[in-house]
């Protein structure tokens, strides 16, 4: 059986394709060094303290937040020791599942947020919002929408890293 022959992109879609890496692989190192130098954290951290101020009571399954925040369970688990360590999170067991933990933000770790929360906000919006029209923003978003629900299989059992 003879394999066909690969459905190479165009040179349009070269250029976009790697446009997109370029944009992508900047913006999150901008987001990344903004954090460190404003709030001593990397930008995954402020995801997670952000994930957790969004849920009821500021606490979450790990294997939720792990879903949420789209990472392993390995790295969750080492980023949350780590916001431990800081005082900005705590776990709990889960009282229905001896295996089950909660993340929860403390209110240390709310005031760091809250702290950090306006310099990443200008950074985001100085670095992609500022640069793009209203449509541009738009389009955008309608994109990445898409992209995403594509790359989000919906059936039960799906191979995902944050699920395995």
Not at 29 to 34: A, W
Not at 53 to 65: F, G, I, N
Not at 104 to 130: C, I, K, N
């Amino acid at each position: 059986m003879e394999s066909a022959e690969p459905q190479w992109l165009t040179d349009d879609e070269q250029r976009t394709w790697r446009a997109y890496l370029h944009a992508t692989t900047l913006l999150e190192d901008h987001l990344d060094r903004q954090l460190q130098r404003d709030a001593k954290m990397p930008h995954i951290y402020f995801g997670l303290l952000v994930t957790l101020s969004e849920a009821p009571h500021r606490r979450l399954r790990m294997t939720e937040l792990a879903i949420q925040s789209k990472i392993t369970r390995s790295r969750l688990s080492h980023a949350i020791a780590r916001l431990e360590k800081n005082g900005w999170v705590r776990r709990e067991d889960c009282p229905s599942d001896k295996r089950g933990q909660f993340a929860v933000l403390t209110d240390e770790g709310l005031g760091v947020l809250r702290q950090s929360a306006p310099g990443h906000v200008s950074t985001v919006r100085q670095a992609l919002f500022a640069r793009l029209s209203p449509e541009q923003q738009k389009s955008l978003g309608e994109i990445m929408r898409i992209v995403a629900e594509g790359l989000q299989p919906k059936e039960a059992g799906a191979d995902l890293p944050w699920l395995r």
